[in-house]
């Protein structure tokens, strides 16, 4: 069965420190995989897409950035991180027209 | 583009209350459509879905009907629990060759009293 981990589950990092959120899916090949940014009380924005090993797609621009190094890793990364980036980030993945998005349990982060 | 919207929350209902939620989509071609739900800093899971016109999604006593005539997909339960409280997103999903844009609404709370 397919899985998907994302880690860690929780952060708190001061302005200005780089940030890596790692996820990571099984089970699955070849799968679309997002990273949404969901700030508190307010409803889900999507970052960045992957159709692809190394094909990343950036839906707001902002101090973020995605890879894909792997087809089952997507990682989200900062050089230098702003107040405004606190929030709670979901990563999913998603393969066929008429297949849900399956989400991972999430990572909440503080910035200080 | 594409848009999903949702009524505005939070709803509060009394256990074994009737629950409708609305959720009204645009679209550009015939998207997939579902509704989420998102416990207490948990990630969102799937609730039900439906793919095509007049589909009828159902999940854990929740309906959802594909009304392409008038572009909705209202969420019902006929018997609310507490256990329910929860936070409900209706989304679409949309595209081909690859890339499936997903379209979320603003997420509807529901808080149920005993």
């Known amino acids: 069965s397919q899985t998907i981990h994302q880690w860690p589950a929780t952060l708190v990092q001061p302005v200005g420190s780089p940030l890596s959120l790692e996820c990571t899916v099984e089970?699955?090949?070849?799968?679309?995989l997002y990273w949404y940014r969901q700030a508190a009380g307010r409803g889900l924005q999507l970052l960045f897409y992957?159709?692809?090993?190394?094909?990343i797609s950036s839906e707001v621009p902002q101090n973020l950035s995605a890879s894909r190094p792997q087809d089952r890793q997507f990682i989200l990364s900062s050089k230098k991180l702003l107040l405004s980036d606190s929030g709670f980030y979901l990563c999913?993945?998603?393969?066929?027209?008429?297949?849900?998005?399956?989400f991972g349990n999430g990572t909440r982060l503080t910035v200080t | 583009g594409n848009s999903v919207t949702q009524m505005e929350g939070p709803v509060t209902l009394s256990e074994e209350a009737f629950l409708t939620i609305n959720c009204t989509y645009t679209a550009t071609g015939y998207p997939s459509l579902f509704w989420y739900v998102q416990y207490p800093g948990e990630g969102l899971q799937l609730l039900l879905k439906a793919t095509k016109a007049d589909d009828k999604g159902s999940n854990k006593g929740f309906e959802a009907t594909y009304r392409k005539e008038t572009t909705s997909f209202h969420l019902e339960k006929g018997s609310v629990q507490v256990s329910d409280s929860a936070v409900y997103f209706c989304a679409l999903s949309e595209g081909s060759g690859g890339y499936q844009k997903v379209t979320f609404g603003t997420g509807t709370k529901l808080q149920v009293i005993p």
């Open positions: 999913a993945w998603k393969v066929t027209d008429y297949s849900p998005l399956h």
């Open positions: 089970g699955t090949s070849n799968p679309n």
């Open positions: 992957s159709v692809g090993i190394g094909q």
